[in-house]
C-alpha cells in the first residue's frame, strides 16, 4: 500500500471541503511526501492565487522572506520575466531600491547572493505589479516552491488548507 494510499480518507475529506480534525501542518506534509511536485504547485497556486493582486504580492512576499537565496532567486528570476515593460516602471518609480541597484547595469536576472539582499517589500510590490498584467505568474512561482513544500507551510493554516484541498481533489478521483 502506498503512502497516497494509506492518505486517502484525509484526501476525501479535504476533497469533500470538509477539513478534518487535526493539525494541518501534519496533514500537509504527510500529503506532500505522497504526491508529485505537480500536485504541491496545483495547490499553492490555489493558495498563492485567492485573494487576487494583493493577496499574491503578500503571500509571495512572505514565502520569499522564508526562503533561502537560491528560492529567492527563482521566484524573482520569474516575476522580472513576467514583468514585461511594468518592470522599467516598476524600477523608474523605485529609484533607490535594491532591484533597481541590482538591474541598473542592465542585468535581467538576480543570483541567488543578489535576491537575499532584496526587502520582502519590494518583492511584494513587484509581485503585485506583475500579478495585475500577468495572472499566471502564481503558476510559475507555484512551480518553483513546489519543489520545496517545507516553505509552504509558512504561509499559515489557512493557505495550507486550501493548497490540500485543490491537492486532494486532484488526487481524489485519481
Known sequence: ?????????????????????GDVNAHYQQISQAVPPSSIATGLA???????????GQMASQIFNNSGGTQQAGMLNELLASAGPALTQFLRSNPGSALSSIL?????????????SVPAEEVQELAQRVHNIAPGVVDKVSQIYAEHPQIVQTL????MALAIRKIAEKHATA
Open 1 to 21: 500500500m502506498s503512502l497516497l494510499d494509506s492518505l486517502g480518507g484525509l484526501i476525501q475529506q479535504y476533497a469533500s471541503g470538509a477539513a478534518p480534525a
Open 46 to 56: 490555489a493558495a498563492l492565487g485567492s485573494a487576487g493582486s494583493s493577496g499574491f
Open 104 to 116: 541598473g547595469g542592465g542585468q535581467t536576472q538576480v543570483t541567488p547572493q543578489q535576491a537575499s
Open 156 to 159: 499559515g493554516a489557512a493557505a
